[in-house]
Structure formats: C-alpha cells, structure tokens
C-alpha cells in the first residue's frame, strides 16, 4: 500500500511549456484533488474529483485541466505553463474524514 | 476576509512551555474540522480532528465553538519535534462536492532548547 504517488518531485519548466503532473493512489479512494501551496497563502484547492467520470472546479482552476478515468489516477495538467504557476503542487485523496497527501511536485516555470 | 484565518507567527517558545493556536472560519456552513501539522517542503499531515465536545491526544487538544466559529490547538510541554506549521483546516459542502479542504494559511511554530 504506497497511499498517494506523486511524480515528478521536481520540475523546472520553461513558459508556454504544457507538462503533466501525475497522481495515483490504492487505496480505491472515490475523493481525489489537487493544491497549489504557495509562501504565505496556504493551499489553495485547483480541481476536484468525486469520482471516476466526475471533476469539478476549485478555488484557483485557472491554466489547469484535469481528467478522472479511473479510481486510482488524477493527473493535473499545465496547458501552457507560466511563472505564476510556480509553486509546490499536492495530490489527496479521502474516504471519509480521513486525507492523505501525496509528498508533492515542486514545480519552478522559468 | 479569508475562509480561514490563522495567526501566521512565528510563535517561537522554550522546551516545555504551551502555546495555543486560534483559527476562525467564516463559513457557518462548514461541517468539519482538523489540525494538520507540515513539516518544512514535506506534505500536510492529519495531527486531529476537532469536535465540538473538545478532544485530546497526549499533549495536544483541540477544541471547536461553532457559535463563534473558532477553533483553537492546545500543545503542552512542548518539544523540539514540534516544531513545524500548524494548518487549520475546515470542510463544506455536500456529497457531490466532496467536503472540500478549506486551509488556513498556517501557523509556524519553532520550539528552542
């Protein structure tokens, strides 16, 4: 049981460079979702899924996509990467109260 | 005004000593509570959920006023592995929404020897 995988850790793009963030977990959470983190702003929410089929708007959505196709995975994707997208990126899953964070991607767009 | 206000500190205190942390939230629809502790660029961490009747865990408790909408962490004879932020964490919304994760901007705690 490995909880909740994040890859890449580490990313340094360039502007109008699209990448793709990676999430899984096996845990058969239904609940997944992305954070942004940045300095003196707390995590703020960019997109949500109840479940496989199913995404919705967060908080800050803006420049980012996402697909849910099955339980497991939740990629977040940067369509075209600018420098106000750099920031630490967090991946979570739930089943009832219960979050579990994913380690991160730290994410430099230069 | 934010959803979730935290005194960001730093809060810096001795070994031993108690610090408390308050958070408000300005949702009266919010359904859950929870501390979570973030060590330095490592993810979130559930330190406890906060009820209404107040719980403890060893040196920490945490209680919730849901007429005031406020929240508060109690930590007692402090230690250097307390040292870390301190999120305020609150959850609305309905089924279909998920009970999104509302964040507080953190609270940083340093304890010294």
């Known amino acids: 049981n490995a909880g909740v995988t994040q890859t890449p850790k580490f990313q340094v793009l360039k502007t109008g460079q699209s990448m793709t963030l990676q999430c899984a977990q096996d845990m058969n959470h239904e609940y997944m979702s992305w954070y942004r983190q940045d300095p003196g702003m707390g995590l703020r929410l960019i997109h949500y899924?109840?479940?496989?089929?199913?995404?919705d708007q967060g908080e800050v959505p803006n420049g980012y996509n996402v697909s849910r196709s099955t339980t497991e995975d939740f990629p977040l994707r940067l369509l075209s990467a600018a420098p106000s997208q750099t920031s630490v990126y967090f991946c979570?899953?739930?089943?009832?109260?219960?979050?579990?964070f994913g380690s991160g991607t730290r994410l430099t767009v230069v | 005004r934010k959803e979730v206000e935290q005194d960001p500190g730093p809060f810096n205190v001795p070994e031993g000593a108690t610090v408390a942390f308050n958070c408000t939230y300005s949702?009266?629809?919010?359904?859950?509570f929870f501390w979570y502790r973030q060590d330095c660029r490592k993810e979130p961490k559930l330190l406890m959920s906060v009820y209404s009747s107040g719980n403890e865990d060893g040196r920490f408790t945490a209680q919730l006023n849901r007429a005031s909408q406020y929240i508060s962490l109690l930590i007692r004879d402090s230690k250097l592995s307390d040292s870390a932020t301190y999120l305020c964490v609150v959850t609305f919304g309905n089924n279909n929404q998920g009970g999104k994760l509302i964040f507080g901007q953190g609270t940083e705690l340093s304890v010294k020897p």
């Open positions: 949702n009266s629809a919010s359904q859950s």
């Open positions: 979570a899953s739930r089943r009832g109260d219960g979050y579990t």
């Open positions: 899924s109840v479940g496989a089929g199913i995404t």
